[in-house]
């Protein structure tokens, strides 16, 4: 029997999707262990209720530490109090989702409590007793199954790969208050900006249309907008290299190599001619569509559907076709 | 206590030789096959040197050193970053896995009671992506760490950085001496002057053996990705649009 922690990172008091994929894969983790899933969860005063719906995707327990001093998440004061939240249970696995947050911390965690990380892992199972994990290297061009010989052994996962399952099981929160003492923090952050629209981050959509130098110039952007807009609340704009070095789009939207790596359910390529570094960046889409005049593209190679031809004649069919059915809906 | 203000500052970079992205992999069980592989300095790890440069220079003196653990063929990759305008590097020949803790305390114990003002790294590697060195270094030297960073610049004795959220954008500070990894923000690296290529060839370029350091992540097997069921090209032009949607509904479940 062994139990399994998983962080769930709150922002602006909300638990997001990407924390919920955490819980639910420790849960069905710690079942294959024959063990239960318990979350830390951190943050200002007033998250009870949301650390309450975590139990409906598989917490056993949650250990809920508010502190006006951690309503952000700030390295020097999540750290230390999740190292000592794990040191303080026996857990044969630790999960924190691959989000900017868990991507900062977990290393810092790992460290602390002396054990090795695996990070951005697409694969999680319990074979013979035994974790066996999963991840993309090289670009994707190969996929590393890893062992390892510590406990707890220390992953984050990938968002959007894993599934939430929902159980019937209603979490049992409990409170603490953390000591922190923020005056000895090293590490202030002195401004917070939204991205200007407030759109939605490419990491974290479940729909991704991502341009590329197909589009010709900058200012045929409001075409692929279009069609974000039609495919609804989850959707978010992507950029190849080419355009974000081109200055066309901002950095933040760079998928591939030197940007993000995303997970969406459905991954719309527009433009896009498929580079490796570009599929590194996108290749575990569940569904990948590609729109591109150029048949041989390397990007229909990993694609699930493609239309070829003239994107400017395809797009706005597509952005109205898609805001008809989601109409229907 | 005073802090000093930073009008010389050293920088340590710390650089990943690996396999340019381009090149084919083949596995051989748990590695891969060198032969015919070209390797090139991990993409981000230019941008930590592009960076470092860059705030030597703001700060007018100073001195950016660099760093790598690897086989001895990474000298090849300091000598690539020599030739950007570094001064100096240091090669640790040892076995570099994919567990980051090992590598992170070999680095750690070269590193400590360095007396450079900011340690900077990749914000990953290219090759394992495990995006975890930097933060576990600067952990085990008990420094301060700002990961992702896409610009900085050091006021007396803080980096302001800008750092990539999601959905915004994160102005930090961080007490010197600092850890920063850095992402591409506005760092596309300088090309390698002649000069400069001729210049690194009299730069120092130690080597010596690096601290053993056990590793308990490991790699059990490499294989192939899973394969993609083979696509099709459901037409050509808008016509294809209706048939493109109904596959999306009712084939994929993706809308």
Same mark, same amino acid.
């Given at each position: 029997?062994?139990?399994?922690?998983?962080?769930?990172?709150?922002?602006?008091?909300?638990?997001?999707?990407?924390?919920?994929?955490?819980?639910?894969?420790?849960?069905?983790?710690?079942?294959?262990?024959?063990?239960?899933?318990?979350?830390?969860?951190?943050?200002?005063?007033?998250?009870?209720?949301?650390?309450?719906?975590?139990?409906?995707?598989?917490?056993?327990?949650?250990?809920?530490?508010?502190?006006?001093?951690?309503?952000?998440?700030?390295?020097?004061?999540?750290?230390?109090?999740?190292?000592?939240?794990?040191?303080?249970?026996?857990?044969?696995?630790?999960?924190?989702?691959?989000?900017?947050?868990?991507?900062?911390?977990?290393?810092?965690?790992?460290?602390?409590? %002396?054990?090795?990380?695996?990070?951005?892992?697409?694969?999680?199972?319990?074979?013979?007793?035994?974790?066996?994990?999963?991840?993309?290297?090289?670009?994707?061009?190969?996929?590393?199954?890893?062992?390892?010989?510590?406990?707890?052994?220390?992953?984050?996962?990938?968002?959007?790969?894993?599934?939430?399952?929902?159980?019937?099981?209603?979490?049992?929160?409990?409170?603490?208050?953390?000591?922190?003492?923020?005056?000895?923090?090293?590490?202030?952050?002195?401004?917070?900006?939204?991205?200007?629209?407030?759109?939605? %981050?490419?990491?974290?959509?479940?729909?991704?249309?991502?341009?590329?130098?197909?589009?010709?110039?900058?200012?045929?952007?409001?075409?692929?907008?279009?069609?974000?807009?039609?495919?609804?609340?989850?959707?978010?704009?992507?950029?190849?290299?080419?355009?974000?070095?081109?200055?066309?789009?901002?950095?933040?939207?760079?998928?591939?190599?030197?940007?993000?790596?995303?997970?969406?359910?459905?991954?719309?390529?527009?433009?896009?001619?498929?580079?490796?570094?570009?599929?590194?960046?996108?290749?575990?889409?569940?569904?990948?569509?590609?729109?591109?005049?150029?048949?041989?593209?390397?990007?229909?190679?990993?694609?699930?559907?493609?239309?070829?031809?003239?994107?400017?004649?395809?797009?706005?069919?597509?952005?109205?076709?898609?805001?008809?059915?989601?109409?229907?809906? | 206590?005073?802090?000093?203000?930073?009008?010389?500052?050293?920088?340590?970079?710390?650089?990943?030789?690996?396999?340019?992205?381009?090149?084919?992999?083949?596995?051989?069980?748990?590695?891969?096959?060198?032969?015919?592989?070209?390797?090139?300095?991990?993409?981000?790890?230019?941008?930590?040197?592009?960076?470092?440069?860059?705030?030597?220079?703001?700060?007018?003196?100073?001195?950016?050193?660099?760093?790598?653990?690897?086989?001895?063929?990474?000298?090849?990759?300091?000598?690539?970053?020599?030739?950007?305008?570094? +001064?100096?590097?240091?090669?640790?020949?040892?076995?570099?896995?994919?567990?980051?803790?090992?590598?992170?305390?070999?680095?750690?114990?070269?590193?400590?009671?360095?007396?450079?003002?900011?340690?900077?790294?990749?914000?990953?590697?290219?090759?394992?992506?495990?995006?975890?060195?930097?933060?576990?270094?600067?952990?085990?030297?008990?420094?301060?760490?700002?990961?992702?960073?896409?610009?900085?610049?050091?006021?007396?004795?803080?980096?302001?950085?800008?750092?990539?959220?999601?959905?915004?954008?994160?102005?930090?500070?961080? +007490?010197?001496?600092?850890?920063?990894?850095?992402?591409?923000?506005?760092?596309?690296?300088?090309?390698?002057?002649?000069?400069?290529?001729?210049?690194?060839?009299?730069?120092?370029?130690?080597?010596?053996?690096?601290?053993?350091?056990?590793?308990?992540?490991?790699?059990?097997?490499?294989?192939? =990705?899973?394969?993609?069921?083979?696509?099709?090209?459901?037409?050509?032009?808008? +016509?294809?649009? =209706?048939?493109?949607?109904?596959?999306?509904?009712?084939?994929?479940?993706?809308?």
């Amino acid at each position: 029997m062994a139990d399994v922690l998983a962080f769930a990172e709150q922002r602006a008091g909300q638990i997001g999707s990407a924390a919920r994929e955490a819980v639910s894969t420790a849960a069905r983790v710690a079942s294959q262990f024959g063990g239960s899933a318990h979350v830390v969860t951190l943050g200002g005063p007033g998250l009870s209720e949301a650390a309450g719906t975590l139990g409906e995707v598989g917490a056993a327990s949650v250990a809920l530490g508010e502190h006006e001093a951690l309503a952000d998440y700030n390295p020097e004061g999540y750290g230390r109090v999740l190292a000592d939240q794990i040191a303080a249970g026996d857990f044969a696995a630790v999960i924190i989702p691959a989000t900017t947050v868990g991507k900062d911390l977990a290393p810092r965690v790992a460290a602390m409590l %002396d054990v090795p990380l695996a990070s951005d892992v697409t694969g999680l199972e319990v074979v013979d007793g035994a974790l066996s994990i999963t991840k993309p290297v090289y670009s994707g061009k190969a996929f590393a199954h890893l062992t390892i010989d510590a406990a707890p052994a220390m992953i984050t996962i990938r968002p959007n790969v894993f599934p939430v399952e929902q159980h019937a099981a209603q979490g049992v929160v409990s409170s603490f208050t953390p000591e922190v003492d923020p005056s000895t923090w090293r590490i202030r952050v002195v401004e917070r900006k939204a991205a200007e629209d407030g759109s939605l %981050d490419v990491s974290e959509a479940t729909t991704v249309v991502s341009g590329g130098r197909g589009m010709k110039e900058p200012e045929n952007w409001p075409l692929l907008e279009s069609l974000r807009d039609a495919l609804g609340a989850g959707a978010a704009l992507g950029a190849s290299r080419a355009v974000v070095d081109a200055g066309w789009r901002p950095h933040g939207e760079q998928v591939g190599q030197t940007g993000k790596t995303v997970a969406p359910k459905l991954y719309i390529a527009v433009g896009i001619s498929g580079a490796i570094q570009h599929l590194a960046g996108m290749r575990t889409s569940q569904t990948i569509v590609a729109i591109n005049r150029d048949a041989d593209a390397p990007i229909f190679g990993v694609a699930d559907y493609g239309i070829v031809g003239d994107l400017f004649e395809i797009l706005p069919r597509l952005s109205e076709e898609v805001a008809s059915l989601k109409a229907a809906d | 206590m005073p802090q000093p203000e930073y009008t010389s500052l050293n920088v340590t970079v710390c650089v990943k030789r690996v396999p340019d992205t381009e090149t084919r992999i083949r596995t051989d069980g748990t590695g891969i096959d060198p032969t015919g592989v070209k390797f090139i300095v991990s993409p981000y790890d230019e941008f930590a040197i592009e960076a470092a440069l860059r705030s030597k220079e703001a700060a007018g003196d100073g001195t950016v050193s660099l760093l790598s653990l690897g086989e001895a063929a990474a000298q090849e990759s300091l000598r690539a970053g020599l030739a950007m305008g570094a +001064d100096s590097a240091l090669l640790l020949t040892g076995e570099m896995g994919m567990d980051g803790l090992a590598t992170a305390k070999v680095l750690a114990s070269e590193l400590d009671g360095s007396d450079s003002a900011l340690i900077l790294f990749g914000v990953k590697a290219a090759d394992d992506d495990q995006q975890q060195v930097g933060p576990m270094v600067a952990t085990l030297l008990n420094r301060p760490c700002v990961t992702g960073v896409a610009s900085f610049e050091v006021k007396g004795d803080v980096a302001v950085c800008h750092r990539e959220t999601e959905g915004g954008v994160e102005v930090t500070e961080v +007490d010197l001496p600092a850890v920063l990894t850095i992402t591409k923000g506005e760092y596309e690296p300088r090309y390698a002057s002649l000069k400069g290529i001729m210049a690194a060839k009299r730069k120092p370029l130690e080597q010596k053996e690096a601290t053993s350091s056990p590793a308990r992540l490991r790699v059990a097997r490499l294989s192939e =990705p899973p394969p993609r069921a083979a696509g099709r090209i459901v037409g050509e032009g808008p +016509d294809a649009v =209706p048939e493109l949607l109904r596959l999306l509904r009712e084939e994929a479940n993706a809308l």
